[in-house]
């Protein structure tokens, strides 16, 4: 097995998240313009009381470092992947599925940097399909890729980072688009920190 180890780890990020996509189609074009969306206002936020000690535990160290560092797209670098799980609502019409779901797939262009740098490496997206029996109601899955912690962490924003100048503004509005058809949601994040694949059989000189 080849392995490879990525630098620093970090307790998985709660919140909505959208990954960039290289060259996915999306079937269907959306059904309105993202960017008529409202767009979140610069300035700080207050915190919400009863966070999950996960969330707490990654805004003492966003306070520690400064969220400029927290949030950059050098902090902590190496592969990160965001899992988003969710059921819809029965409500929700097709129509309106396929609207979120073309909007979170184009968050791989519009979620960037004030300097205009992409966020989101890619996103990837399908349909629950396991015959085990244990997807426990989820019905779509969006994997996003990130190049480091710093571009997820400036991805993902609340419940985190509560202060608009330091996360997607593109991100946050999809969020306020796509909640009220939303049932559920799961959301993992977690450090690549190995990677194992099929190491080739050696022949012998005789065979």
């Known amino acids: 097995m080849i392995f490879s180890r990525s630098v620093d780890k970090l307790a998985a990020l709660t919140g909505f998240a959208s990954l960039a996509l290289s060259g996915f189609a999306v079937p269907g074009a959306a059904l309105a313009d993202p960017y ?3 767009i979140a206002s610069y300035g700080p936020v207050k915190v919400e009381a009863g966070v ?3 969330t707490r535990s990654l805004q003492e160290l966003a306070a520690q470092v400064g969220l400029a560092t927290f949030t950059a797209a050098d902090w902590h670098p190496g592969p990160v992947r965001h899992i988003v799980l969710i059921t819809w609502k029965a409500a929700a ?4 599925r396929t609207e979120v779901t073309a909007r979170f797939l184009h968050l791989a262009q519009d979620s960037r ?11 990837e997206m ?6 085990e029996g244990q997807a426990e109601g989820l019905q779509q899955a969006f994997v996003l890729n990130f190049r480091s912690e710093g571009d997820r962490n400036f991805y993902v924003g609340k419940p985190v980072v509560n202060d608009a100048a330091f ?3 593109a991100h946050e509005a ?19 920190l190995a ?6 059989v050696k022949k012998s000189r005789h065979g």
């Open 93 to 96: 019409t097709a129509a309106q």
């Open 126 to 131: 399908g349909m629950q399909n396991s015959g």
């Open 36 to 38: 008529s969306l409202p």
């Open 195 to 200: 990677i194992a694949s099929p190491t080739p």
């Open 174 to 192: 999809f969020k306020e688009f796509a909640a009220p058809y939303i049932e559920r949601m799961v959301v993992f994040d977690f450090d690549v």
């Open 167 to 169: 996360f997607d503004p």
């Open 113 to 123: 940097r004030p300097n205009g740098a992409h966020v989101v490496q890619s996103i």
């Open 52 to 54: 999950s000690p996960e």
